[in-house]
Nanobody, 118 residues
Framework: QVQLVESGGGLVQAGGSLRLSCAAS????????MGWFRQAPGKQRELVAS???????SYADSVKGRFTISRDNAKNTVSLRLNSLKPDDTAVYYC????????????WGQGTQITVSS
């Protein structure tokens, strides 16, 4: 079991930046993949960025070059830096953990709202 708590959301103007943080209740060094998802009103939840324990990252095409994921296994945290924000980035952002290489994302945070105004 691991509890995840996100922080750092808020209201920002288009072109601005935010940094989301996710604090885990225990060590994440054994968790294979940590990811950030988002869900906009009326849309399906989508994977925005992920990072393996080995440091391999993956991004949705819509955020490549603008968002950066990082994880600190020593501090049990995962962060998402969001730059050049657009109104289409408005969503609830969730931190999630996928303990096994080919398993599901089993643990989720409660989400944090990001609203980007035009």
């Amino acid at each position: 079991q691991v509890q995840l708590v996100e922080s750092g959301g808020g209201l920002v103007q288009a072109g601005g930046s935010l940094r989301l943080s996710c604090a885990a209740s225990r060590s994440i060094s054994s968790i294979n993949v940590m990811g950030w998802f988002r869900q906009a009103p009326g849309k399906q939840r989508e994977l925005v960025a992920s990072m393996t324990v080995g440091g391999t990252t993956s991004y949705a095409d819509s955020v490549k070059g603008r968002f950066t994921i990082s994880r600190d296994n020593a501090k049990n945290t995962v962060s998402l830096r969001l730059n050049s924000l657009k109104p289409d980035d408005t969503a609830v952002y969730y931190c999630a953990a996928r303990p096994l290489p080919f398993g599901p994302y089993s643990y989720w945070g409660q989400g944090t709202q990001i609203t980007v105004s035009s």
